[in-house]
């Protein structure tokens, strides 16, 4: 097991609208915040263009290749996810939804784009003091979360 131990730092509340896509708002704005970690919580529209990626096609494999599941109509949404910057210093969200229409629903990551119904409410809880980054995996192509501590 690897850790991190930090503190909470600044708080932001952002109002998303129509247009604005998950996971491409939230990287934007650490980027111009300068916010290097975080946790991420959304509540709010997706609009029916919106792709989740809902798990790999086979279980095990030499390559990971993705699903991607396009919703069906506009949905109700939750997630969360943990924010990160990858080798280079960029941010990069992680974060998983669980979508729902008429009694129906799909849980899957926001990286292939989740696109904001009318209004999307998101939560920044930035982490401070935070010794985390994401470094690509050779052998799934993820970007793994890597923590200067071990247990």
């Not at 529209?45 to 989740?52: F, Q, V």
């Amino acid at each position: 097991m690897q850790y991190s131990e930090g503190n909470i730092g600044r708080i932001f509340a952002l109002k998303l609208e129509s247009g604005d896509r998950l996971p491409d708002s939230v990287v934007e704005f650490a980027r111009q915040h300068k916010v290097r970690s975080a946790m991420v919580i959304y509540v709010g529209g997706a609009d029916a263009t919106s792709r989740l990626v809902v798990g790999p096609e086979k279980n095990r494999g030499e390559e990971v290749i993705p699903i991607v599941h396009a919703l069906d109509g506009i949905q109700e949404v939750v997630a969360v996810g943990t924010l990160f910057p990858d080798e280079k210093g960029n941010p990069d969200l992680h974060m998983h939804a669980a979508t729902g229409r008429e009694g129906s629903a799909t849980v899957g990551c926001v990286r292939a784009g989740v696109d904001v119904w009318l209004i999307g409410e998101v939560i920044l809880l930035e982490i401070q003091g935070m010794q985390g980054y994401r470094k690509k995996d050779p052998h799934t192509g993820f970007q793994l979360l890597q923590l200067s501590q071990t247990a």
